[in-house]
């Protein structure tokens, strides 16, 4: 059947509040709640499909970001055919993206999300799930790690690994940039505790500076680390290439970045090994399937971040299911009712792996019941004020101590 036009355009936003008790720190703050923001569209033809957009570790007034999308986007949709889903991305893209919303951020999160939910409605109206539509299937199931192990002792953190190793992960990833010395002896503690053969990746949310990414990479070096993780700000290019040059473990990044013009200079540079552009950030299904094309290119892999709710996860899947060079895919292991109550059919995670679904279109059906009952008001995500600016993490760190962040 076909797709139809496009008769309505609505953001939802839910908002899950997390236990004191198990908040998590990282370079990228203290989070507070675990919140969703996602697109719903509906067609003529009776279709409904859905999509994500997330918006990174950090303070937003979702409301206004909704309203971006609901009031200044869906006009430009309204009306047209939603199984045109390229020349709407360019629509948007030029129509108003690189005019007023920005390339690099908000504009393009909110594109992601109308961009995955039309990718719904087009499976649902061919009957076939999404990665069917991308070229078919190469992994199936698809590889999964455990994101992640947050700041903490050595010996805790030891801890938190070796269970998601008994959930049968063979991949596990650990945040850095809380103070060096602890850091090593965390990422020795988790090696020790997990054997040689589970991979292990650090992720330091762009909180060092070029020198001190180099000295932590001297290190990972030593530890077979399978990946260095957003070890600089995003705008530092030619820090990434600087690094790249230096140490033997991959540079990954991405989580932050938008669009295939932002991880281009990365890959002429050679400043890149593992691409993570999350399909809900980076411009959508459409979006992320180019970057991933542009990665296997140059020989690239790509391990694609979802660390938001089920939907990012459920984008992905279809993205590495149908990618020869996405071999992992993040899978959030913290407290996240996202990742399951907010859908009435969770994806199946098993023994590291999720199975690809096998319904039409993104596979996930809404909770509408969950939806009403976790409203948003205005919370922050993530504690105001937690993480440095950069340049505030330098090597003696003492302003990096778990005590300044609470
Ligand atoms: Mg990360």
Redesign the pocket.
Known sequence: MHAGRISSIRTHIVHCPIPEHLRVRSGAGLKLARQSAFVEITTDEGLTGIGPCSFGSASLDLAAAASLLDHAIAPMLIGEDAGAITYLWDKVYYGSVTRVLGPRGIGVALLSGVDIALWDIKGKAAGLPIYELLGGVVHDPVRAYASSIYWLPPEEAAKVASDYVAQGFGAVKMKSGLNYRNDIESLEAIREAVGPTVDIMV?A?QCYSRHLALKVGRELDKYDVLFF??PLPTDDVDGHAFLAERIDTRIATG?NMYTRWEFLPFIQKQAIHVIQGDASRTGGITEAKRIFELAAAHHLYVAP?T?SDVLTVASSLHLNASSPNATLLELDRTYNPLMTDLVKNPLNVHDGVVELPATPGLGVEIDWDFVEAHPYHGEHGIGAGARPAFGLAHETLPDRQVETLA
């Open positions: 992720d949310n993780e957003e989580e971040h660390f």
